[in-house]
């Protein structure tokens, strides 16, 4: 019979020492109390944490500082939009961002995401929003991003993209 790998707890990317799981009360001000984080042992001193899935001790991405938290959210805003605007499908998002940060469909989260990639996923994302924007204000269809491109789902969760 196989045993079941105990998680173990990430480690601060910053400062090398041991994340410990934690309520969010106090951190974060505007999240009830059952808010779990993983939150670097040397806080507040060293400024990094990643919340969990809730009722589970899964972080959510890795620990962050402020200036990436930030970033990150700031991806996530306009990388949202390209689905809550009808740009695409949710599921075709993530496989776009999947491509822009080369990684498995799996592991395609903002969450996991340093500055470079966030910094990425603003300017790709930004991008395709002013090409809606343009051709909204000049009368043409929207340019379809996957055009010339069909995305299948691959066993595993990994993407795979072939040309038409």
């Known amino acids: ?36 984080l993983y939150v670097c042992k040397k806080y507040p001193a060293c400024d990094s944490y990643v919340q969990v899935h809730p009722g589970t001790s899964i972080p959510m991405g890795t620990l962050a500082n402020k200036k990436l938290r930030e970033l990150r959210q700031e991806a996530h805003r306009y990388f949202d939009q390209l689905y809550l605007q009808g740009l695409m499908t949710k599921d075709e998002a993530y496989l776009w961002l999947a491509e822009i940060v080369a990684a498995p469909l799996a592991q395609a989260h903002i969450g996991y995401l340093g500055e470079y990639y966030c910094g990425r996923v603003i300017e790709e994302s930004q991008k395709i929003l002013q090409r ?19 995305f299948a789902l691959c066993p595993g969760d990994e993407c795979r993209q072939t040309a038409i």
């Open 1 to 36: 019979m196989k045993r079941k790998k105990k998680a173990t707890a990430p480690r601060c990317p910053y400062c090398g020492s041991v994340a410990i799981l934690r309520s969010a009360e106090g951190i974060y001000h505007s999240h009830s109390k059952d808010t779990m």
């Open 132 to 150: 809606k924007h343009s051709a909204a204000r000049s009368g043409w269809q929207k340019e379809d991003p996957y055009e010339n491109r069909n």
